[in-house]
Nanobody, 121 residues
Framework: QVHLAESGGGLVAAGGSLGLSCAAS????????MNWYRQAPGAQREFVAG???????NFADSVKGRFTISRDNAKNTVYLQMSSLKAEDTAVYYC???????????????WGQGTQVTVSS
């Protein structure tokens, strides 16, 4: 199937920057979209940023102007660059990909294992 491998994350002081990456591997015909979600303790998972195969990006209001998302389609990799980080950005960040494994497949939803981002105030 499809595997999403996240890297990056860690501990950073408020106001600092951090980058995440997520590489998709496995049976992939086409990746329709790659997204980032996050889940803080006691909260629901929420959308952070997304990038379609056509290069359209969108962001949650809470991160607009601070986070950027980019993709390397040749490497099936998506990046999330986070700057001006705040304590409320602390969460487990999950990579999500909408993938067609085969040409005859409908798009399927895949998730990474998550990576912790902690912003100290």
């Amino acid at each position: 199937q499809v595997h999403l491998a996240e890297s990056g994350g860690g501990l950073v002081a408020a106001g600092g920057s951090l980058g995440l990456s997520c590489a998709a591997s496995g049976r992939i015909f086409r990746i329709n979209a790659m997204n980032w979600y996050r889940q803080a303790p006691g909260a629901q998972r929420e959308f952070v940023a997304g990038s379609t195969s056509g290069g359209i990006t969108n962001f949650a209001d809470s991160v607009k102007g601070r986070f950027t998302i980019s993709r390397d389609n040749a490497k099936n990799t998506v990046y999330l660059q986070m700057s001006s980080l705040k304590a409320e950005d602390t969460a487990v960040y999950y990579c999500n990909a909408i993938v067609r494994p085969y040409i005859t497949s409908l798009p399927n939803n895949y998730w990474g294992q998550g990576t912790q981002v902690t912003v100290s105030s």
